[in-house]
């Protein structure tokens, strides 16, 4: 079964730091590529990071570039986002997701995983 | 940015009704639009990719259609398992946006 389970969220102060993991399990991990999604309480949905499968290629979205790194290691199966200089407007559940082939271009989400919730407050 | 416009915000509709909800993107995006379903406290689950395919598993009452600009989904006969909100999501261009979703609920 194909599966993927989030990891890493909690409270944590503005300016801090966290780490998501994202393990995924029951498909070849290297042939898609993976995103982040967040949603902010009782808010829609918004894209944050995308990763090739093979790791070359990245992209962010603008309110997080500079502050967020997405990274991944196929031979862990994992994703990661790490997640530097929090503000409070990064409070969120954060998806993972799978696209639908190893690149990052004419994306769709097709498995997504439970969530982790992130809390930036003092 | 591409921006994602949904209508309605919300609908209230009944068991067996036929729903439509419509997406209209700020740009052209040939036809990378996928509709999702969320239901609460829930992750999203993938409906309908690239405009009109059916993802797996996803009953046939769930039908996609347009490219460019305007998109819809179609509920053929309202479920009470539908009640939810949906989203569509353009997989054109940086930054992937969503619309604002779209709440059915049980009228």
């Known amino acids: 079964e194909v599966h993927l389970l989030e990891s890493g969220g909690g409270l944590v102060q503005p300016g801090g730091s966290l780490r998501l993991s994202c393990a995924a399990s029951g498909f070849t991990f290297s042939t898609y590529a993976m995103t982040w999604v967040r949603q902010a309480p009782g808010k829609g949905l918004e894209w944050v990071s995308i990763?090739?499968?093979?790791?070359?290629?990245?992209t962010h979205v603008e309110s997080v570039k500079g502050r967020f790194t997405i990274s991944r290691d196929n031979s862990k199966n994992t994703v990661y986002l790490q997640m530097n200089s929090l503000g409070a407007d990064d409070t969120a559940v954060y998806y993972c997701?799978?696209?639908?082939?190893?690149?990052?271009?004419?994306?769709?989400?097709?498995?997504w995983g439970k969530g982790t919730t992130v809390t930036v407050s003092s | 940015d591409i921006q994602m416009t949904q209508s309605p915000s919300s609908v209230s509709a009944s068991v067996g009704d036929r729903v439509t909800i419509t997406c209209r993107a700020s740009q052209g995006i040939s036809n990378w639009l996928a509709w999702y379903q969320q239901k609460p406290g829930k992750a999203p689950k993938l409906l309908i990719y690239?405009?009109?395919n059916l993802q797996s598993g996803v009953p046939s009452r769930f039908s996609g259609s347009g490219s460019g600009t305007d998109f819809s989904l179609t509920i053929s006969s309202l479920q009470p398992e539908d009640f939810a909100v949906y989203y569509c999501?353009?997989?054109?261009?940086?930054?992937?946006?969503f619309g604002q979703g779209t709440k059915v609920e049980i009228k």
């Open positions: 990763i090739s499968g093979s790791g070359a290629s990245t």
């Open positions: 999501q353009q997989g054109d261009s940086f930054p992937y946006t």
């Open positions: 997701a799978r696209g639908m082939t190893p690149k990052i271009y004419d994306f769709h989400m097709d498995v």
């Open positions: 690239a405009a009109s």
